[in-house]
């Protein structure tokens, strides 16, 4: 099938000089520009200029002054602009999976359901916690002298200022979790996005604008995050770091945000294990496989990298995933019938090929795929790798790519305690239809979520966040309230 033609709102916005988007308005950056890359060309895209030290500095001191009439605005005033930009998002579904699509190498339709169509999920979902973040009313166990009665309730307040920096490969989904869980608590946010995804939030920003967001509640600072990342976690008006990205950047961003006294939430990569067990037949795992380790060709962080199979199906799975994989469509992101695109970005590509090149160093057998496919863009094979050992470097660092890593197990216990045994849990899979087997393995997997017989769904009600060094916090559910706000206690004699 041929591309989808580009809606001329996308060639016009991606033709504007681009910057970031402070105090309600797009500005151009003052310092160095570059270029947003089409993974799926290698092309130039558009230009950015990066924000300067001030204009990050700007866009804290705009979501300072715009905070205090955010706060004390009526909650549901505040829950009617998030549904606003609901609608306004799904209004423009078209546009920005188009625009997201080019910049990330995302398919249409997966920039379209999960990008647009999750984003408005999740704004609902927040809008409605509007009027219903509580504190509690207590009762206190002091004694009365001379008749004096005591009583105590608490508050849910507002941090402040929110520093949200997010990664690229969701770029609109993953910041709309942050803006709407801040928003709605009352705190307002600067968004700091991926240098390789810097466009669709700043389109968002002017529709939330639009939509009658105060200037100030939504700023947005393009830019390097190695220098605005630090300016603006170390900024007197930062409350609150938000952070979703790699295990390494997060680290730096945690040791920065603590030696500042700042409150954080660390939503960082790992290396995720899916564990199937042998009930189950061949077609059955192969579905699952490619559901937990492909979609979106691999770069979800909650994506399954390791696959654990019993040994005497192994080779039988092994088999029917390479014949599977190996018809892939694999194309233009813009083409509907494309099944995977190209890599996020080059150094995506250079990684993935440096760990495969590992692998086949190690003795591990490449199953199917394992090249980059040659021309303009960042388009790698979906890949299959059956390890020599568990201690395998591909069982152990994340490639955030299509590349599966298979091992046998011939005893699920002794399964468990090896995936038990990584240093991240941010999430796990057990496939079974022995429901009862598979929820006793659900209660020993150590990792913050684990779905039975499905993987990678998220759900605006289900807490989501890493366990061991994948993190720490959990957004989504009711978990994000402690996120976002202060629990103040006020104690009253009368
Ligand atoms: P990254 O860590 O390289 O970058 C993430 C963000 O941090 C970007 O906006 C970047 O500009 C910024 N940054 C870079 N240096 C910084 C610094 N010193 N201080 C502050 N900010 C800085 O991650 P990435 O390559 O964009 O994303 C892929 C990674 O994100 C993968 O490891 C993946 O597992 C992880 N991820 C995790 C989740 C989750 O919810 N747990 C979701 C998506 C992605």
Redesign the pocket.
Known sequence: MPQIPLLAEVTTFLARPHGSYIEGTAVLGDDAPFHVINPATGEPLATLNSASQAQADAAMQSAQQAFAAWRDMPTLHRGTLLLKLADKLAEKREELAQLESLCSGKTIQLARMLELDQSVAFLRYFAGWAGKINGETLDVSLPSFAGEKYTAFTRRQPLGVVVA??????SIM?AVWKIAAALVCGCTVVV?????TPLTLLRLAELATECGFPPGVINVVNG???E???A??GHANCAKVS????????N??GR?AAAQGKRVTL????KNAALFLNDLSVTEMVNGIVEAGYLNQG????AAECFWLPADKIDAVLQALKTRLDSTVIGSPLDESTAMGPLANRA?LEKITALLATARREGDEIVCGGEAIAGGGYFLQPTAIRVASASSTLMKE?T?GPVGSFISYDDPEQALQNINASPFG?AASVWSRNISQALRFSERLEAGIVWINMHTFLDPAVP???SKG??SGR?FGSAFIDDYTELKSIMVRY
Request: aromatic share 12%; glycine share 20%; net charge negative.
């Open positions: 920096i997010v990664p690229w490969n969701f993953i700091k996005p991926s240098e390789y390097p995050g190695g605005l990342g630090p603006l976690i952070f979703t990205g790699s295990v390494a950047t997060g730096a961003v920065a939503e960082l990569g790992g770069q979800i962080c909650a995506q994340e955030f941010l989501f966040g890493g994948s993190g957004e």
